[in-house]
């Protein structure tokens, strides 16, 4: 437990930031399940509005380093791909 008074208000700054943080990324996660739920019944069109609520997500995540920004771009780049695979076949 923290002793300084500087200490305790950076546990409580800590307790914040790891709820906001976790919220942030199951939010995420969440949206690119979605997406690639919509890939897999077939449905290129929600997967496309799925993807772009998912890609908004992203971006903000990687913006406020909940993500890093490369595997941010990582992910919305597969996804883009099974979408991409969906249409063409």
């Known amino acids: 437990m923290p002793n300084t008074k500087s200490a305790k208000k950076r546990l409580r700054q ?3 930031h790891r709820d906001r943080n976790h919220s ?8 690119c399940r ?9 449905d290129a069109e929600l997967a496309q509005t799925e993807f772009r609520l998912a890609a908004k997500r992203l971006d903000q995540a990687g913006r406020r380093n909940i993500i890093h ?19 063409q076949g």
């Open 14 to 16: 800590n307790l914040a």
């Open 69 to 87: 920004r490369n595997a941010t771009a990582r992910t919305k780049s597969r996804l883009s791909a099974k979408i991409k695979a969906l249409k």
């Open 34 to 42: 979605k997406v690639r739920e919509a890939v897999l019944a077939g």
């Open 24 to 31: 942030i990324k199951r939010a995420v996660r969440t949206q």
